[in-house]
């Protein structure tokens, strides 16, 4: 879909299409008499006005104006046997080179299945030391939730937008092959060549499982695809999508929020304040977890400061320009404009996690909701070397978001948020933790309201 101003700039020039349509209502004038005066088609008065067909991308059409369909699960149900199979190769810490970091290593169950396997960085340490990942990890729960990177129409939005893929940059819509790219990444888990692995795994405590669960092992390719297959069963299944947050009991009528969760949850969603329900989607009148994944799956380029303790970073020319480095011909995003977005990450059991942003350049919670409070009115605190939006190229800065509530306030004025409403906020997002993980709150953990509040 293309800026409206395009389509009526080449409409404001066509006179012909003008004279082929008349003008509207009892005002019209009359049909000339003049026989020599014959009224071109609609067609000819297109083709005259040269206002062109315009191309439109694949697009998901909006049920409502504003609104997601709620993404269908896809496949059949749990198979118990390949669940299985997956959970024990997720924690399988024979696969990495050297040995000794799995799956869970960065994406660690106590952490609601996120992580940083050691490093205080703000992005994992790998499998050997002084290597790390690119960005941070986000939780791999809700996996199943999780559409195919697609354009999406929204009825208010000026063209189609980046919606879905798994990664920070949604390179990836098979979890079957997204696993592959941790496991052989050398900054990551450096499992080697497929061959390798293909040992581990034939030869490994669940060879028999392996074998009845996918068939005969016949090549490293073979077995390297059936790791994936048994990954994504247990990544998408009912053990990885919990919904057992106080917040699912709340919207099931089972639990009762507290004044200040109560006052973050308005807070949330209040355009003037938080404003955060317009990319963390949810829907208080369902009790589907689907519907309120807390995300649109959507990109944005919020410029999180730099994280300059990443080594990549001590480089003043090193950026990850996310969403436009995707690298796909069927649906490309390579376009320009998307330099610099990322994908917005749900906010179920954000509370748990150890770093925020794909930089992970924040390790509180409340921190983060300060970002969002102070970026626009105040950029002076977020950014301490007096350069706004320090992790973002030049040349890319004008895809910045500055449009959006809470991004569009005015330099020097009164932040959004008050200090009460920022630990409001963090109370009400600490709801959104599922119920295994809880005891991890306490870092992230609100500043009580005083009573006098």
């Not at 925020?356 to 909701?369: A, P, S, T, W």
């Amino acid at each position: 879909m293309h800026e409206p101003s395009v389509f009526w700039r080449r409409l404001a020039t066509g006179a012909a299409l003008l004279v082929a349509l008349g003008a509207c209502g009892k005002h019209a004038p009359a049909p000339s008499a003049q026989p020599s005066e014959v009224k071109p088609t609609i067609a000819e008065a297109f083709a005259s006005a040269k206002i062109p067909i315009l191309p439109r991308s694949p697009v998901v059409p909006a049920r409502r104006t504003n609104v997601l369909p709620v993404p269908p699960r896809e496949g059949p149900p749990d198979n118990p046997v390949l669940v299985a199979l997956g959970k024990k190769i997720f924690f399988d810490e024979r696969l990495s080179e050297p040995p000794g970091t799995s799956c869970s290593s960065c994406h660690d169950p106590a952490r609601a299945f996120s992580g940083a396997h050691g490093s205080s960085l703000g992005v994992p340490l790998g499998s050997r030391a002084g290597h790390f990942a690119r960005r941070s990890a986000p939780s791999v729960l809700y996996m199943r939730y999780v559409p195919k990177f697609h354009f999406f129409e929204d009825d208010e939005a000026p063209q189609a937008q980046p919606r879905g893929g798994y990664f920070w940059d949604g390179r990836s819509d098979s979890l079957v092959e997204l696993v592959k790219q941790p496991l052989f990444n050398p900054e990551e888990m450096n499992a080697g060549t497929p061959q390798l692995l293909a040992t581990k795994i034939t030869q490994g405590p669940y060879a028999k499982a392996f074998k009845a669960a996918l068939g005969p092992a016949s090549d490293p390719t073979a077995v390297t695809h059936g790791v994936g297959v048994a990954l994504e069963a247990y990544l998408k299944s009912d053990e990885m999508t919990p919904a057992s947050s106080k917040y699912d009991a709340y919207v099931r009528g089972q639990a009762t929020l507290t004044e200040q969760e109560r006052h973050g949850l308005e807070l949330f969603k209040d355009r003037r304040k938080g404003a955060c329900s317009g990319c963390h989607r949810l829907q208080e009148t369902s009790t589907n977890p689907g519907e309120s994944m807390f995300t649109d799956f959507g990109y944005d380029a919020v410029a999180w400061p730099r994280n300059r303790d990443l080594p990549a970073n001590q480089s003043a020319d090193n950026f990850d320009l996310g969403l436009c480095e995707r690298k796909d011909t069927v649906l490309p995003s390579s376009d320009k404009q998307w330099c610099s977005s990322f994908r917005t990450p749900s906010l179920r059991n954000v509370a748990v996690r150890e770093s925020f942003g794909h930089n992970g350049v924040y390790k509180k919670l409340r921190d983060v909701v300060s970002f969002y409070a102070f970026r626009a009115v105040a950029p002076g605190r977020i950014y301490p070397e007096g350069q706004k939006f320090d992790d973002v190229p030049a040349k890319y800065q004008s895809n910045v978001n500055v449009y959006a509530p809470i991004y569009n306030q005015r330099e020097g004025g009164t932040p959004p948020l008050s200090d009460a409403d920022i630990d409001a906020l963090v109370a009400f997002l600490g709801t959104l933790t599922d119920a295994p993980y809880l005891s991890k709150l306490a870092g992230n953990a609100p500043i009580a309201p005083s009573p006098s509040e």
